[in-house]
């Protein structure tokens, strides 16, 4: 079975623009976490989206929203980007929630 | 606010020896555990998990949980340096439709040849 798969694997913007991150989970999980991390934070959670509503969300300002698909891949999105959120943004599929399996993750630096 | 704990570390411990992790967690209600290894730059691979009905062994690993005093450990038995890596511990809470996993900050483990 395929793993989690998540794209682009490293991208660099500049403050004020906007960057999109895409999921998509193993097949037959129908949920999907987002999370940020960065060193001394741990992970924080972004959001949980399980088919195609969203069920969970973390403190985060509105300017990072997400949405799932109906064949459960997701996407999050950060507008207006700021240079504290140069981060590692990881995916987590799982079938109900809690058993929850990573993808490689995306580094996203903000300059 | 439902929190978890771990010593940040870093834990040391000799090749070959028992490497011991604690994770605390305040929600007495709490029924699932998770324990993820990460590698430096790698994202969080699941390693085992276990019920609030008991623990569990596979291979080198075995989690046990104390409901008493609210902890669970993750043993490593045999430690080898590719055992060398940041522990995280996850807690799913017990009340509520829609639970999330509360995360704690991890524990860094050096495994020393």
């Known amino acids: 079975k395929a793993g989690v798969t998540q794209t682009p694997r490293y991208l660099i913007k500049t403050r004020g623009q906007q960057v999109t991150l895409s999921c998509s989970p193993i097949s037959g999980h129908r949920s999907v976490s987002w999370y940020q991390q960065t060193p001394g934070q741990g992970l924080q959670f972004l959001f949980e989206y399980f088919s195609e509503t969203q069920r969970n969300k973390g403190n985060f300002p509105g300017r990072f929203s997400g949405r799932q698909f109906s064949n459960s891949r997701s996407e999050m999105n950060v507008s207006t980007l700021e240079l504290g959120d140069s981060a590692l943004y990881l995916c987590?599929?799982?079938?109900?929630?809690?058993?929850?399996?990573f993808g490689p993750g995306t580094r996203l630096t903000v300059t | 606010q439902k929190e978890v704990e771990q010593n940040s570390g870093p834990l040391s411990v000799p090749e070959g020896a028992i490497a011991s992790l604690n994770c605390t967690y305040s929600?007495?209600?709490?029924?699932?555990f998770f324990w993820y290894r990460q590698y430096s730059g790698k994202s969080p691979e699941l390693i085992m998990f276990i019920y609030s009905n008991g623990d569990k062994e596979d291979g080198r690993f075995t989690a046990q949980l104390n409901k008493a005093s609210q902890y669970v450990s993750l043993l490593i038995r045999d430690s080898q340096p590719s055992d060398s890596a940041t522990y995280l511990c996850?807690?799913?809470?017990?009340?509520?439709?829609?639970?999330?996993?509360?995360w704690g900050l991890g524990t860094s483990l050096a495994v020393n040849p």
């Open positions: 996850a807690v799913l809470p017990g009340a509520g439709n829609n639970r999330k996993l509360i």
């Open positions: 929600d007495r209600g709490s029924q699932s």
């Open positions: 987590a599929s799982s079938l109900m929630g809690y058993e929850q399996y």
